[in-house]
């Protein structure tokens, strides 16, 4: 029930989703303003490294409830997986993920 109290008071019933990947990834994670949106999940699984992802939706979970999970907070954690989406050197990605959220 803890999903559900994030979901907008005008979300359609017929097209509601809940995630159960992890208890500890905040359900703005896996939030979609529109079908053909990315989240934050969808991000780091598309990642192409060999960090565990586990371990990275722990570690951005945490950091999500040990923080405030704010609109800003949330475009930040995205351009900075979309910023690693788009470097070629895995060995650097991994690096950076280590560095900055593991």
Not at 12 to 25: I, N
Not at 33 to 38: A, H, I, N, S, Y
Not at 62 to 69: H, N
Not at 77 to 102: P, T
């Amino acid at each position: 029930m803890a999903m559900l109290e994030d979901v907008p008071a005008d979300a359609a019933a017929d097209e509601l989703m809940v995630s159960t990947l992890l208890r500890g990834v905040p359900p703005a994670f896996v939030r979609l303003d529109d079908r053909d949106d990315e989240t934050i999940v969808s991000k780091v699984i598309a990642l192409d490294v060999d960090v565990a992802k586990v371990d990275l939706f722990i570690s951005l979970g945490r950091v999500a409830r040990e923080g405030v999970l704010t609109e800003e907070s949330l475009r930040e954690m995205d351009r900075f997986l979309e910023n690693l989406g788009g470097l070629e050197d895995v060995e650097g990605i991994e690096q950076r993920i280590r560095d900055r959220l593991l």
